[in-house]
């Protein structure tokens, strides 16, 4: 019980968030502002205020925490009685008052009230432990001079919550292939952590580690050379001659020539120069002095290439010898062409040194690249720039761009890009996204292409481009339906020369394939038997190291090898490979040992309204569930959808998803057709039906579950991100009494509101109006087009949403920015539906940043035990 108040003394009523508003509009008409404080959970008063608020409710002698109320709105009176009556029944103690000698009860941090502290206590451990385990990112093999034993390096990333950042170290090992049946890794004791490496790139021999470590500032970018033993070189590269080097697995780009002298590689180009303005106005020239009495303007603003690239200048072409340390930019290159993954060309005796690149040529802007493979790109050779050390050479040795052209060597392909050579140098390989340029669709299926390099290294515009592997239209249930690539190797090849390893996915599985180039003979060299995700990491000679995980099993390193390689016979087997590198907790694996998965085939409902034969068959979603049935009927079930849409959930693991059925929920990952990796004529059904046939699609897989058994109706939430937050807020609009609860992650709400804001303006015409919507795209959206763009948006289903929602949203997002999440969470929450809002102000559409998905899958998590248990 608290003293009288005297009129001095100050309380504090604190207010769960779902009360807020009402509290604070409430607060608002009652008091002063001045007493109003923020945040605006938290209010302090003087007491007499509090008083004359607690008399208010009736309630005279203590002050109870509005906390203590329940998330429910508080929208009479009588309801805060009733409350208060039940929270004084419970005996709760009273809040503590600042300046009196009141009990203490301690202040709740935003957002969490005491019905789910518990909840956040112990989900938040369980999410640590799945938080921390480790994921390999490349892997290396070096040859032993024996050529029995090899030398392993992986490159592993682990989150590291305290520093916000990923962890990146190295752990080596030697492997040794005792038999046909067993192969063993020796692994080193412990990794070594790389502090502060952008990236590393072993030379092709082994001999040389080199180590990239780019500044956060305008410091110089570091080059450093490692020998096996002990650093070699170091190289400082100023700004003033680049600024950051590359490492986005996009436009990155590092190779290193045949000799091991010169590394070719992507970087910023330098700061352009901006106006000085001083005493007397602006000062001519580039003003690079440092006078106290003068400032640098702004200048022009430079376009960049969007999401994730805010800020990055555009990326161009250098060579550093690593004798000298001498960095040159490459010349002859167009000044609007963004370059990237550079390779060094077949070296001719005598010959100039080629480089082939990308090439990057924006159309009117440089519209978002992220995820979005329908950008016109192209190979181009170019002559690389030598240095003194150089001996044999005819180049010219002052850089000059005479006589050095600069040949696009795909000009009848609308997209090329990974540039692989042949180990013998006499083709070039590639892949293109022609399918998604041509017709404006984010991502599809992909081709290999490949032309004959000339012997004589001097190739021209006019070269044939071969196709290896075309787009698939639809294949038949169990065949190959396409390629749909994310990377290739750095050396693909097996030791015949003319097979690429690489990994691809198929249906809701990553495979790892094995792609003659000369007999286009494609051969899915994972086994065919299993329902896991493979990953090619590295090849051993003609063996593959590769790694495999499902929904429900933590990665594994594999090895596989081929048996009977010279019949026909010949089949991949693969060895398990006990490895240090995937150690989980006791209790993550034993969690993981309850659950099992499986892979759905879901039958399309209204095949009249599917064009093609590709888009009336089958789609698929991967079902992971329990292995024993509750007590008392069935687990709460969560849909998960995937966003793109044009990308396509894999069977492998996912941390945030296994802790998700690890707290008791099965899940249903829906890839809807749309998906990547069922062929194209499914993909292209969806452009142009987006809002009706994907969320029929996911409607569809739902009643399947339902109707076999697994999922009881009245225990379904729903969770996506950007494509797939689309979704979930259509669904929770479209069919409103099937969702208990929702979870979004930077969703698209309203595309009306997205084509003016996004950094892909043209994905919301193509998905809305179809390949129609690449022709009639404009920077300036008809009043016609912003009502159809409205119409076909979540927000027109808004009216109908029950389903309370968390929203996950990050302030830097380019992509589909805050204002989408902002705004349809403000009219849910105006029409009375329950909904958090945490938003990430440093993060972008991905909102990787691991304290911020900790964060977010944690809420997540404690949102849907709030409302679907
Ligand atoms: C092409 C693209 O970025 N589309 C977004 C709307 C989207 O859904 N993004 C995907 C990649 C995602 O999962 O975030």
């Not at 032993?144 to 520093?163: E, K, P, T, V, Y």
């Not at 329908?374 to 000059?400: I, M, Q, W």
């Not at 930077?746 to 193509?766: H, R």
Request: hydrophobic share 35%; glycine share 8%.
């Amino acid at each position: 019980m608290t003293s009288t108040p005297n009129a001095h003394q100050m309380g504090r009523v604190l207010l769960c968030s779902a009360n807020s508003n009402w509290c604070v509009n409430f607060l608002r008409s009652r008091f002063p502002s001045p007493y109003l404080s923020h945040p605006l959970s938290s209010f302090t008063l003087p007491l007499r205020r509090l008083h004359s608020l607690s008399i208010r409710f009736h309630y005279s002698d203590t002050i109870i925490p509005s906390r203590l109320l329940g998330a429910e709105k508080l929208i009479s009176d009588q309801r805060i009685n009733c409350k208060l009556a039940e929270a004084r029944k419970k005996n709760f103690k009273p809040l503590a008052m600042e300046g009196s000698k009141a009990g203490s009860v301690k202040e709740l941090p935003l957002g969490i009230d005491v019905t789910t502290e518990e909840e956040y206590t112990l989900q938040s451990k369980l999410l640590k432990e799945f938080t921390s385990i480790s994921s390999i990112d490349k892997a290396w093999i070096f040859k032993s001079d024996s050529g029995i034993n090899s030398q392993a390096l992986f490159s592993i990333s682990q989150a590291n919550l305290l520093a916000n950042k990923r962890r990146k170290f190295i752990l080596s090992g030697q492997i040794s292939k005792e038999s046909n049946a067993s192969v063993n890794f020796q692994w080193a004791p412990f990794p070594v952590e790389m502090t502060g490496a952008s990236i590393i790139v072993p030379s092709p021999s082994g001999a040389k580690l080199l180590v990239v470590r780019n500044s956060e500032n305008e410091s110089p970018s570091q080059i450093e050379i490692w020998g096996p033993s002990q650093l070699e070189k170091e190289f400082h590269v100023p700004q003033s001659i680049h600024g950051s080097i590359y490492t986005d697995g996009w436009f990155e780009g590092i190779s290193w020539n045949h000799n091991e002298t010169i590394i070719a590689y992507v970087a910023e180009e330098p700061s352009p120069t901006k106006p000085t303005f001083g005493n007397l106005g602006y000062k001519k020239g580039d003003g690079t002095d440092k006078d106290m009495n003068s400032w640098k303007g702004q200048g022009d603003w430079e376009e960049d290439w969007g999401e994730t690239y805010a800020g990055k200048r555009q990326p161009a072409l250098f060579v550093i010898d690593i004798n000298s340390g001498e960095v040159r930019a490459v010349k002859g290159i167009e000044k609007s062409l963004s370059v990237g993954q550079v390779v060094w060309a077949p070296s001719v005796e005598g010959s100039h040194r080629y480089l082939v690149f990308v090439g990057w040529s924006p159309d009117k802007r440089k519209l978002g690249i992220k995820y979005c493979y329908n950008r016109s790109c192209a190979l181009y050779s170019v002559r690389a720039p030598s240095f003194e050390s150089e001996a044999n050479t005819h180049d010219l040795k002052d850089g000059s761009t005479e006589d050095m052209p600069v040949v696009n060597l795909t000009q009848s392909i609308s997209s090329a890009f990974f540039p692989r050579f042949s180990p013998d140098g006499k083709f070039l390989v590639f892949l293109s996204a022609k399918s998604s340029v041509d017709s404006g669709a984010h991502s599809s299926t992909n081709s290999l292409h490949k032309i004959e390099w000339p012997l004589d290294g001097k190739v021209s515009s006019s070269v044939k481009i071969v196709d290896v592997i075309p787009v698939v239209l639809s294949a038949e249930d169990g065949f190959f339906p396409g390629l749909y690539c994310s990377s290739f190797l750095s050396n693909p090849w097996l030791s015949d020369g003319r097979t690429m390893i690489l990994s691809s996915a198929w249906g809701s599985r990553q495979v790892i394939l094995s792609v003659n180039v000369l007999s286009a003979e494609v051969l899915r060299i994972s086994p065919v038997d299993s329902d896991s995700s493979w990953n090619v990491l590295t090849l051993d000679g003609d063996n593959v190291v590769a790694v495999s995980s499902s929904p429900v099993d933590i990665p594994e390193v594999k090895y596989g090898y081929l048996v009977d390689k010279a019949t026909k016979n010949a089949v991949w087997n693969w060895l398990n490979v006990s490895s240090p590198i995937f150690r989980s907790s006791e209790k993550v694996r034993s969690l993981l040992s309850t659950l099992q998965f499986s892979i759905l085939k879901i039958p399309v409902k209204d095949v009249s309204d599917s064009r093609t034969k590709g888009a009336k068959k089958p789609f698929e979603a991967i079902f992971v569930s329990s292995k024993t049935k509750r007590n008392d009927g069935f687990d709460p079930l969560i849909v998960v959808l995937h966003g793109g849409p044009h990308s396509v959930s894999l069977s492998s693991f996912s941390k945030p998803l296994a802790f998700l059925s690890s707290i008791g929920y099965n899940l249903l990952i829906v890839n809807y057709r749309g998906s990547l990796g069922f062929g194209e004529e499914a993909l292209q059904s969806l452009p142009g039906k987006v809002g009706s046939q994907d969320v029929n699609d996911v409607l569809t897989a739902i009643d399947h579950v339902i109707e076999a058994g697994h999922a009881s109706p009245s225990k379904i939430t729903v969770l996506g991100g950007s494509h797939g937050g689309f979704l979930t807020t259509h669904l929770i609009g479209q069919a409103p009494d099937k969702f208990a609860a929702a979870a979004v992650r930077n969703p698209v709400c309203n595309l009306a509101l997205m084509v003016g804001t996004t950094d892909i303006p043209d994905w919301c015409y193509v998905e809305t109006y179809g390949s129609e919507g690449k022709k009639i795209f404009t920077e300036a959206p008809s009043a016609e087009q912003l009502t159809f763009f409205h119409s076909k948006s979540p927000i027109s289903h808004i009216s109908k949403v029950k389903a309370p929602t968390i929203f996950l949203l990050g302030a830097q997002d380019l992509r589909v920015p805050v204002s989408n999440g902002l705004q349809y969470s403000r009219a849910l929450k105006e029409r009375g539906v329950d909904v958090k809002v945490i938003l990430f102000p440093n993060d972008v559409h991905g909102i990787e940043r691991p304290q911020s998905d900790f964060e977010s899958f944690l809420n997540i998590g404690v949102w849907f035990k709030k409302y679907c248990k």
